[in-house]
C-alpha cells in the first residue's frame, strides 16, 4: 500500500533489539492507501459492514461511521466501523509494539514446535481441556499446515474459556452439531446468528465437537491460508486477494 514509510525501520529495529530472535519479512501489496481505505469502508449499496467495533464509550465518536450511525448489527452490540477507525487499525506502525506484533506472526505450522503440552497449558480450564482434543488440534494443524496454537486460541477467543451454544452442542434438525469456529453465524439477532451457523454444520456433518474442529480449520485453511492469508492482519484486511471469506 502506499503509505508514508516513516518509522517502520525505527518500531522493527527496537523490537528486534528487544526480541533478536523475531525475523521480519517485508510484504508490498503494490495498493494504493486511499483506494484500500475506501474499499474496507462501508457503502450506501451494501447491507452489512466489512468492519465494526464494539459499542463502547472508549471509542472516539468519529470511529463511528456516518452511514449506519445508530444501527447495530450481530448480536445488537457492534456499529459500523468509520474510515478513520479502519486507517488506524490498517496502519502497520500502529501494530508494530509489544502488544500487537503478533497480527503479523505467519500461522503456519512447524514440526516439533507446537506440543500436546502446549496446547494443554492454552486450553486449561477450558471447553477444550483434555487429552482427545488436544491431540485433535495438533492433528488438524498439521493437516492444514496451520498452526495448532493459534487455532486453540483463535476459538478460545471465540467462544470463551466456557465455550458457547455452538461450542458445546446445538440440537438442529434433530441432531446435535458443533461449530466451534462460528463459520456462517451471521444475522442481526442471536437466535438468527445460531441458526445459520448450526444449519452449516449441519450440512457438513459436524455431530461431535472433533468434526467441528477438523472441518473447521480445513474451512479456515481453504479460505484463508491457501489465498495468503497467513497472518491476523491478512484475515482480518483482505489487501492479498478479492476473494473475501465470512467468519
Request: glycine letters at 6%.
Amino acid at each position: 500500500m502506499k503509505i508514508n514509510t516513516h518509522g517502520y525501520k525505527e518500531l522493527i529495529d527496537k523490537l528486534q533489539e528487544n526480541h533478536p530472535n523475531l525475523t521480519f519479512t517485508l510484504f508490498y501489496t503494490k495498493l494504493d492507501w486511499n483506494e484500500v481505505i475506501s474499499q474496507e469502508g462501508h457503502k450506501d449499496n451494501t447491507l452489512y459492514p466489512l468492519n465494526l467495533i464494539p459499542e463502547s464509550s472508549k471509542y472516539p465518536e468519529d470511529w463511528i461511521c456516518e452511514i449506519d450511525k445508530d444501527k447495530r448489527f450481530d448480536n445488537g452490540t457492534w456499529l459500523c466501523a468509520s474510515d478513520k477507525a479502519i486507517m488506524n487499525q490498517m496502519d502497520p506502525r500502529n501494530i508494530l509494539n509489544e502488544e500487537n506484533i503478533f497480527e503479523f506472526k505467519e500461522l503456519n505450522y512447524k514440526e516439533g514446535a507446537q506440543t500436546i503440552e502446549g496446547i494443554s497449558e492454552i486450553t486449561k480450564d477450558s471447553f477444550l481441556e483434555g487429552e482427545n482434543i488436544a491431540n485433535t488440534l495438533i492433528r488438524a494443524g498439521e493437516s492444514a499446515n496451520l498452526d495448532p496454537y493459534f487455532i486453540a486460541s483463535r476459538l478460545i477467543q471465540e467462544q470463551g474459556r466456557d465455550g458457547s451454544t455452538l461450542s458445546r452442542g446445538y440440537v438442529y434438525n434433530e441432531t446435535t452439531v458443533y461449530n466451534p469456529f462460528n463459520i456462517r453465524a451471521t444475522g442481526n439477532s442471536t437466535q438468527e446468528i445460531i441458526e445459520n451457523a448450526a444449519k452449516y454444520a449441519y450440512e457438513q456433518g459436524w455431530d461431535s465437537l472433533e468434526k467441528g474442529l477438523l472441518g473447521g480449520v480445513e474451512f479456515v485453511k481453504e479460505g484463508y491460508i491457501n489465498k495468503g492469508q497467513n497472518t491476523l492482519y491478512l484475515q482480518k484486511f483482505d489487501i492479498v486477494n478479492k476473494d473475501r471469506r465470512i467468519i
